[in-house]
């Protein structure tokens, strides 16, 4: 976290604004006053957002949030460089217990429109986190754009430093419940990634890949043009 003036005095407003209408439950108009209220800390906030009480936000001056998202309670979003942001889509639905941390310098996790992340989700870096749009992220999955170099064994681990190399979920892909995403990957439009999977290597659109490692089973788009050659022929 970086102490200088000018953060600790955004860090005082964020505080303010959080603590005074962060805990107001929905029946005491929370909602309302929420949207009202974090539009001063926000960088960005689009029209009909409905966040929930017990959220925790540290840089929301670093986040912008898309007309009609939803973040449930108990979303972190924790952003500690000045120099990283968190981009929420729209109709972006943050669901129970969602982390996101950028955790690096010039980290963007970006999360575009429609896409679901389910319960219990964590998404870090520090490296870049993209996600499509329309995307289905299913509950205590994890999302994570770094990994710890651990070539030289007579080094401790923690001091030979992480790779950053980067995330991306193409749009339309839904991922099963408790997956993860290592760093250096990317996984194609329109994929399906069976539960439990841990994906390592990059998947190509289209494809359904499960185990661990994640290894692809078949292709959709194969699947797709044998069910309209046989509708076509009926």
């Known amino acids: 976290m970086i102490f200088n003036n000018s953060a600790k005095l955004t860090r005082a407003k964020e505080l303010l604004v959080t603590t005074g209408v962060g805990w107001i439950p929905q029946i005491a108009g929370g909602n309302f006053l929420r949207r009202l209220a974090y539009r001063l800390i926000f960088k960005k906030i689009g029209a009909s957002v409905y966040i929930q009480n ?3 936000l540290i840089g929301a001056d670093r986040i912008e949030v898309g007309s009609n998202a939803f973040m449930a309670q108990g979303v972190s979003i924790v952003i500690s460089k000045l120099n990283s942001k968190v981009l929420l889509g729209e109709s972006v639905s943050l669901s129970k217990g969602v982390i996101i941390n950028p955790a690096g310098s ?18 870090g870096g520090p490296g870049n986190v993209k996600i499509g749009k329309y995307c289905l992220i299913a509950a205590h999955s994890g999302i994570v754009a770094n990994n710890h170099i651990f070539s030289d064994p007579t080094e401790m681990i923690h ?10 979920i193409e749009d339309n892909c839904w991922l099963g419940y408790g997956v993860k995403v290592l760093d250096g990957v990317t996984i194609g439009e329109g994929s399906v990634i069976g539960a439990g999977a841990v994906v390592t290597k990059n998947i190509p659109p289209y494809s359904v890949a ?9 292709s959709r788009q194969l699947v797709e043009k044998q069910f309209t050659n046989w509708r076509e022929a009926s």
């Open 210 to 218: 499960v185990g661990v490692p994640a290894k692809v089973v078949r």
């Open 54 to 56: 017990g959220t925790e």
């Open 106 to 123: 010039n980290c963007c996790i970006e999360i575009d429109r429609h896409t679901f992340i389910g319960p219990y989700t964590c998404i």
């Open 159 to 168: 001091l030979q430093g992480v790779t950053r190399q980067g995330v991306v």
